[in-house]
T-cell receptor, first 109, second 108 residues
C-alpha cells in the first residue's frame, strides 16, 4: 500500500474560519489530487498537482487553494469556510494505479 | 467534459449470485478505473484498464473502447463484496471523471 496520510481526519469549524487539510505521502509520486465527495455528486476534483509548485484547478476549485512546496505534502486550504464546503475530502496520488487517503470529514457550521 | 454513467445505481443480490455493474462514458479516454468504497469511507483501486479484460480473484473487468463501455463482474458474490463500486475515466493529463457509483448489497 502507498503511504498516504490525511490530517485532520475529522474537523468541525465555523463559517468564515480558515481551514487547511494536509495530505502526506511517502511514495515520491509526482501526481497528487484533492477530491470532495458529496451525496448525489460522487467524487469531484478540486485541485491537482503534477510536481513541486506545479498545480492546476479542477472542476470545483472556487473557494479552495492548494500548495505543494515539497513532493511529499499537498495542502488544501479553505480561506474562509462556508457551509457548502461541508464534505468528505479525499487525497489521492498516482498516475496509473491510484491510491487514496482515508478521507477527511469537514463540517462547517 | 466526459459524462460517466453507471448502472444500476443500487443492486441487491443473494450470496453466490453473479454480479454485473456497467459504466458508459461519452468521450474517448486513455484509461478507466474501477474503485471500491466500503462503508466507513476508504477507497481502493481494483483495476485500471485501457483495453480488453483483467481478472483478479473473483473480480473481472472488461472494456470496449469502441462502444465506450466497461463492465465489472463479480463471480460467486459474498457479503464482504457489499460496497460502493465507482467507475472513473482518465481524461487528458491524468484528470479523472467519476461515475456516481453503484451501491451493492449482498445478502447471506
Amino acid at each position: 500500500d502507498a503511504g498516504i496520510t490525511q490530517s485532520p481526519r475529522h474537523k468541525v469549524t465555523e463559517t468564515g474560519t480558515p481551514v487547511t487539510l494536509r495530505c502526506h505521502q511517502t511514495e515520491n509520486h509526482r501526481y497528487m489530487y484533492w477530491y470532495r465527495q458529496d451525496p448525489g455528486h460522487g467524487l469531484r476534483l478540486i485541485h491537482y498537482s503534477y510536481g513541486v509548485k506545479d498545480t492546476d484547478k479542477g472542476e470545483v476549485s472556487d473557494g479552495y487553494s492548494v500548495s505543494r512546496s515539497k513532493t511529499e505534502d499537498f495542502l488544501l486550504t479553505l480561506e474562509s469556510a462556508t457551509s457548502s464546503q461541508t464534505s468528505v475530502y479525499f487525497c489521492a496520488l498516482g498516475a496509473g494505479e491510484l491510491f487514496f487517503g482515508e478521507g477527511s470529514r469537514l463540517t462547517v457550521l | 467534459k466526459n459524462e460517466v454513467e453507471q448502472s444500476p445505481q443500487n443492486l441487491t443480490a443473494q450470496e453466490g449470485e453473479f454480479i454485473t455493474i456497467n459504466c458508459s462514458y461519452s468521450v474517448g479516454i486513455s484509461a478507466l478505473h474501477w474503485l471500491q468504497q466500503h462503508p466507513g469511507g476508504g477507497i481502493v483501486s481494483l483495476f485500471m484498464l485501457s483495453s480488453g479484460k483483467k481478472k483478479h480473484g473473483r473480480l473481472i473487468a472488461t472494456i470496449n473502447i469502441q462502444e465506450k463501455h466497461s463492465s465489472l463482474h463479480i463471480t460467486a458474490s459474498h457479503p464482504r463484496d457489499s460496497a460502493v463500486y465507482i467507475c472513473a475515466v482518465v481524461e487528458g493529463a491524468q484528470k479523472l471523471v467519476f461515475g456516481q457509483g453503484t451501491r451493492l448489497t449482498i445478502n447471506p
